[in-house]
Protein backbone atom coordinates (compact mmCIF):
# COMPACT_ATOMS: atom_id res chain seq x y z
CA UNK A 1 0.00 0.00 0.00
CA UNK A 2 0.94 3.72 -0.49
CA UNK A 3 -0.45 7.00 -0.06
CA UNK A 4 -1.30 9.35 -3.18
CA UNK A 5 -1.33 13.18 -3.85
CA UNK A 6 -5.03 14.61 -5.30
CA UNK A 7 -2.47 17.07 -7.45
CA UNK A 8 -6.29 18.79 -8.22
CA UNK A 9 -6.94 19.55 -4.53
CA UNK A 10 -3.27 19.75 -3.25
CA UNK A 11 -2.11 23.60 -2.68
CA UNK A 12 1.37 23.41 -2.74
CA UNK A 13 1.69 24.49 1.01
CA UNK A 14 4.75 22.45 1.38
CA UNK A 15 3.29 21.09 5.41
CA UNK A 16 3.70 17.09 4.02
CA UNK A 17 7.27 16.86 2.80
CA UNK A 18 9.55 17.81 5.38
CA UNK A 19 7.45 14.77 7.52
CA UNK A 20 7.73 12.08 5.48
CA UNK A 21 10.36 9.80 7.48
CA UNK A 22 11.07 7.57 3.75
CA UNK A 23 11.82 11.16 1.93
CA UNK A 24 8.86 9.58 -0.36
CA UNK A 25 7.69 13.05 -1.37
CA UNK A 26 8.87 15.45 -3.91
CA UNK A 27 8.15 18.42 -6.01
CA UNK A 28 8.21 17.89 -9.89
CA UNK A 29 7.22 20.63 -11.76
CA UNK A 30 5.20 22.34 -8.74
CA UNK A 31 3.23 19.46 -8.42
CA UNK A 32 3.77 17.81 -5.04
CA UNK A 33 4.08 14.13 -5.85
CA UNK A 34 4.19 10.56 -3.38
CA UNK A 35 6.66 7.69 -4.78
CA UNK A 36 4.97 4.49 -3.98
CA UNK A 37 7.95 2.60 -4.05
CA UNK A 38 9.33 4.98 -1.22
CA UNK A 39 5.89 5.36 1.40
CA UNK A 40 5.05 2.43 3.40
CA UNK A 41 2.21 4.39 4.90
CA UNK A 42 4.65 5.43 7.38
CA UNK A 43 4.74 1.58 9.17
CA UNK A 44 7.65 1.66 11.90
CA UNK A 45 7.57 5.34 12.21
CA UNK A 46 4.44 6.52 13.01
CA UNK A 47 0.93 5.07 14.28
CA UNK A 48 -0.55 7.20 11.29
CA UNK A 49 0.63 8.65 8.27
CA UNK A 50 2.50 12.25 9.15
CA UNK A 51 1.43 13.76 5.68
CA UNK A 52 -1.90 12.85 6.47
CA UNK A 53 -2.08 14.32 9.60
CA UNK A 54 -0.47 17.79 8.66
CA UNK A 55 -2.18 18.20 5.00
CA UNK A 56 -4.69 20.71 5.90
CA UNK A 57 -6.63 20.02 3.00
CA UNK A 58 -9.59 17.45 3.68
CA UNK A 59 -9.07 14.46 1.55
CA UNK A 60 -6.07 15.72 -0.28
CA UNK A 61 -4.04 12.81 0.51
CA UNK A 62 -5.49 9.25 0.64
CA UNK A 63 -4.32 5.87 0.71
CA UNK A 64 -4.60 3.28 -2.56
S1 LIG B 1 2.25 7.95 4.39
FE1 LIG B 1 4.17 8.32 5.49
S2 LIG B 1 5.72 7.29 4.24
FE2 LIG B 1 3.94 7.61 2.94
S3 LIG B 1 4.28 9.58 1.92
FE3 LIG B 1 3.03 9.96 3.76
S4 LIG B 1 4.54 10.54 5.31
FE4 LIG B 1 5.66 9.49 3.66
S1 LIG C 1 0.31 19.07 2.81
FE1 LIG C 1 -1.39 18.60 1.39
S2 LIG C 1 -1.83 20.57 0.37
FE2 LIG C 1 0.19 20.77 1.33
S3 LIG C 1 1.66 20.19 -0.29
FE3 LIG C 1 1.21 18.34 0.88
S4 LIG C 1 -0.47 17.34 -0.21
FE4 LIG C 1 -0.38 19.46 -0.93
Known sequence: MAHQINTATCTSCDACQPECPNVAIRV???V???NDKKCNDCEGHFDEPQ??????????????
Open 51 to 64: CVSVCPVDDCITEV
Open 32 to 34: YII
Open 28 to 30: KGG
